[in-house]
């Protein structure tokens, strides 16, 4: 399963205004890795750093600096994580702090045949 952090772009849904701390972040990180459920993940680096690459028609490179914010929410890191089903990986998605200021997209890793 992947876990994936939108930062959110509204008004928390934390009642006291305070978002989630690096010693939040910290416990929940090392909750997941003794779990033994923890394949990879990272946080992303602020969207101003993005950069943009297109290939237009003519297969010339087009680059782009960000930041995009063009959605109401971001990309903000992510999770990779091996858990039976569905249900435990939603149990570890509203563990994570950032459940409680943003949202947290949980999806399967797809799997290819070769």
Do not use: N
């Amino acid at each position: 399963m992947l876990l994936i952090l939108s930062a959110a772009t509204e008004e928390p849904e934390d009642p006291t205004g305070d978002g989630p701390t690096f010693a939040d972040w910290m416990a929940y990180d090392k909750t997941v890795r003794e779990a033994g459920i923890h394949v990879s993940g990272h946080s992303l680096a602020d969207l101003t750093t993005a950069t943009i690459v297109r290939v237009d028609r003519a297969g010339e490179r087009v680059v782009t600096d960000g930041p995009f914010a063009e959605t109401r929410e971001v990309l903000g890191g992510y999770y990779v994580i091996d858990v039976p089903d569905l249900d435990v990986a939603l149990d570890w998605a509203a563990r994570c702090p950032g459940a409680r200021v943003g949202s947290v997209v949980v999806r399967p890793v797809a799997e290819f045949q070769a």
